[in-house]
């Protein structure tokens, strides 16, 4: 029996497609739950699961767009499911369909396996070197960085970055070439090379130059486009891209 | 191939790309001034022979269009069929000396003969 919150009246169903299975493959299976005035898509694959379905994977942590652990592709697009009203995705009437995210191995129904992402972050060398302190010491001065400067303002125009993966699983590069490193990585070497208490610029343009790198971007800016956090990868990667090119003409570079 | 392989053909399309834009506006705009009233095949050839600035030009050209078109050729040809490789840059490599190689003997026939 569904219950139905209180000063609501019981709506027509929401048609559900979900897609179940693992790395083997799967196929959609199609479910009903009642449609509310106010539901987020992580509302109805969570109604999926303690109703319908307990073997249903996914994942989810904070479901305020804080944590980026609930992205899933929703009707062809890669979302944030918590931050994403039914409503805004399907019309009165119309289907869902939710998908784990492109371009990630499955491990089980809505949940991908995330470390492949992760590890072109470590490729493109998206850890912090200090200049100062090559060794991990903390450096004996504090550095000086004028918020309003050029570099500063780039560096701060990609920061809040919470590593989701919806501009990976949007990007036509990564699902062309899975070693490229992919738009996130990117926009994290982008605000380390921007950073001027860091000390290893040119180990990082190296790791994110090449085929595999900046250089194969077509810049479709499908990750600008999708980013939940409104953030421009697609500008960070021109930008790489730029001062290799610099870089590289005046000899900067290896 | 290696990230700064990579990162060298990508500098060298671009390179490319600024001087074949200059160039192909010097190749027509010197078409269209040199045709009006009209121009036989041998008062072309009076004025190449021994033209070494123009052989030098077009030489510059045929090389900066064999290179070009050949790294872009790569790049689809690894984004839409897959062929990555040495063997494939090594073809690639080939292919854009020899598309360069048709445009430096026609610029030579028009400056030597």
């Known amino acids: 029996m569904e219950t139905v919150p209180k000063g609501e009246k019981a709506q027509d169903a929401l048609k559900v497609r979900v897609w179940r299975g693992d790395a083997a493959g799967g196929e959609f299976r199609e479910y009903a739950i009642p449609a509310r005035e106010n539901q987020t898509v992580l509302d109805v694959v969570t109604q999926i699961q303690r109703e319908q379905e307990p073997d249903l994977a996914y994942r989810f942590a904070c479901r305020v767009g804080m944590c980026g652990s609930c992205a899933m592709e929703v009707n062809g697009r890669a979302r944030w ?114 950073d001027v208490r860091d000390g290893a610029r040119a180990e990082r343009l190296e790791a994110v130059s090449g085929d595999a790198g900046c250089h194969s971007c077509h810049s479709t800016q499908s990750c600008t486009e999708r980013c939940p956090k409104n953030l421009d990868p697609s500008s960070a990667i021109a930008g790489l891209k730029r001062t290799l090119f610099w870089d590289s003409l005046w000899g900067r570079l290896r | 191939m290696s990230a700064q392989a990579g990162r060298h053909l990508w500098v060298a399309q671009r390179v490319t790309a600024m001087f074949l834009g200059v160039a192909v506006l ?41 290179l070009h078109g050949a790294i872009g050729l790569r790049n689809i040809a690894m984004e839409w069929l897959g062929w990555r490789g040495r063997g494939f840059d090594l073809a690639w490599l080939g292919i854009g000396l020899l598309t360069a190689a048709f445009g430096v003997r026609a610029a030579w026939g028009l400056y030597a003969n």
Not at chain 1, 85 to 109: S, T, Y
Not at chain 1, 155 to 170: F, L, M, N, R
Not at chain 2, 31 to 52: K, N, Y
Request: proline residues 7%; aromatic residues 10%; hydrophobic residues 50%.
């Open chain 1, 81 to 194: 499911t918590c931050r994403t009203h039914v409503k805004r995705v399907a019309a009165p009437g119309e289907a869902l369909e939710i998908r784990p995210l492109a371009n990630l191995p499955v491990i089980r129904d809505l949940a991908t396996d995330m470390a492949p992402f992760f590890d072109k972050w470590a490729r493109a060398k998206g850890t912090f070197q200090p200049k100062d302190a090559p060794d991990g010491a903390v450096p004996a001065e504090f550095a000086t960085v004028p918020p309003e400067s050029k570099a500063r303002r780039e560096a701060d125009a990609g920061i809040e970055c919470i590593g989701c993966g919806v501009c990976y699983a949007s990007c036509d590069i990564v699902a062309w070439n899975p070693d490229y490193l992919g738009p996130a990585a990117m926009n994290r070497a982008w605000t380390l090379v921007n």
């Open chain 2, 26 to 66: 010097v190749h027509l705009v010197t078409i269209m001034v040199a045709v009006r009233g009209g121009l036989t095949a041998a008062e072309i050839l009076a004025r190449t022979q021994g033209a070494t600035l123009w052989f030098a030009f077009y030489v510059a050209f045929a090389l900066a269009a064999g």
